[in-house]
């Protein structure tokens, strides 16, 4: 899965750049572009505080105008060849981190349990109307999925499975995955993996090379345990100084900061070179592009988004590459395509390795 996430522009004060939009179709086109097989969608539902009873469907634009959008934007994706990944997310109105809701007592767990089922089968039916290959059952929901509390959520993935009938995954926290219980039910281990590579400022390619293989060699354990592929269901870095260390640092609270491309492209060959070995992983998104990929207004300068930056080139590199989990290659495959020598240093080759390298 060499994916890519495209994110939304739903504001009604962005006409015409959101999801399904002509904007929409340049956005897919740039993926394929890049190399990319898969492309990630991620509507919102919106909870007031971390103690929410409901759900509202509804996100900056109602409900149904969204539902039509995503449908749209996951017909321009098939139309080019994508397949797509449907990633439902929880938007705290008030703040905080939706992985810390906690309603209360068994009782505001039981309505909560219901808000969510009503939730996430609402959009697993748009999944499986729209040709969804795959679909997160939940992002980030540490206190439902790695407590008693995931008990409430098993029945809700037995009906979803009734509604949808395609790849089911779970966007895990990186630092909750392997305490995630849900795992058993689904088809993919999947993990939103903003791993620090390094746990000082200031570190080099060598010492956030081996903080990968440390990310890496934890995925290869996580999937002998589960006895099923991962799925890196975000990964990305912003565009500053030392983003490796705390990459999980949303970028709007920033200030003084320093913008640096390479800092960006090294963390992402550091994550990245070691996946393309491991038979375990079978792939990752990118967080993230935009529904408009003119729209430099969703983020700031030195935020995640790779577009027009030197990690992109990265990104195009191993997008290109031959990946363990590809499977075995068959003879002449590489004749006549671009292809990367080596995964995450920026180099384009049109013609096969010399055979003492090691094949990607």
Not at 127 to 133: F, M, S, T
Not at 301 to 325: H, I, M, N, Q, Y
Request: proline letters at 6%; hydrophobic letters at 45%; one cysteine or more.
């Amino acid at each position: 899965m060499r994916g890519v996430t495209i994110g939304p522009i739903e504001s009604l004060r962005h006409p015409d750049k959101g999801y399904g939009t002509r904007a929409s179709a340049r956005a897919m086109d740039e993926a394929k572009a890049l190399g990319s097989t898969w492309i990630s969608l991620t509507p919102f539902g919106r909870v007031w505080d971390l103690k929410p009873s409901g759900i509202d469907l509804t996100f900056e634009a109602p409900f149904e105008q969204n539902r039509e959008d995503v449908l749209r934007a996951m017909h321009q994706a098939h139309a080019r060849g994508l397949k797509v990944f449907l990633v439902p997310h929880l938007w705290v109105e008030t703040g905080g981190w939706r992985a810390l809701i906690d309603p209360g007592d068994d009782a505001a767990w039981a309505r909560w349990a219901a808000a969510y089922r009503h939730f996430l089968l609402t959009w697993a039916r748009v999944a499986a109307e729209g040709g969804a290959e795959m679909l997160s059952v939940g992002v980030e929901l540490r206190s439902f999925v790695t407590t008693g509390r995931a008990a409430l959520f098993y029945p809700i993935l037995e009906e979803v499975r009734r509604v949808y009938p395609g790849l089911l995954t779970y966007s895990a926290n990186w630092d909750d995955a392997e305490d995630t219980l849900i795992f058993g039910e689904l088809d993919l281990v999947g993990i939103n993996a903003f791993y620090p590579l390094a746990d000082k400022d200031g570190a080099g390619r060598d010492e956030l090379h081996a903080g990968g293989r440390r990310v890496a060699e934890g995925i290869e354990r996580l999937a002998a345990a589960w006895g099923k592929p991962v799925v890196l269901t975000e990964i990305g870095y912003t565009t500053r100084k030392d983003p490796a260390v705390r990459p999980w640092e949303w970028p709007d609270g920033m200030k003084n900061v320093t913008i640096d491309e390479e800092a960006q492209a090294l963390a992402y060959e550091a994550i990245i070179a070691p996946l393309l070995d491991s038979r375990a992983c079978a792939g990752f998104f990118v967080w993230r592009y935009y529904a408009d990929p003119d729209d430099v207004s969703q983020e700031s300068e030195w935020g995640f988004s790779p577009r027009g930056k030197l990690a992109e080139l990265v990104l195009r590199d191993a997008f290109t590459a031959r990946w363990a989990a590809d499977g075995p290659s068959f003879l002449g495959e590489n004749l006549g395509r671009h292809r990367a020598r080596t995964p995450g240093l920026l180099g384009w080759e049109l013609s096969p390795p010399p055979a003492w390298h090691s094949s990607f």
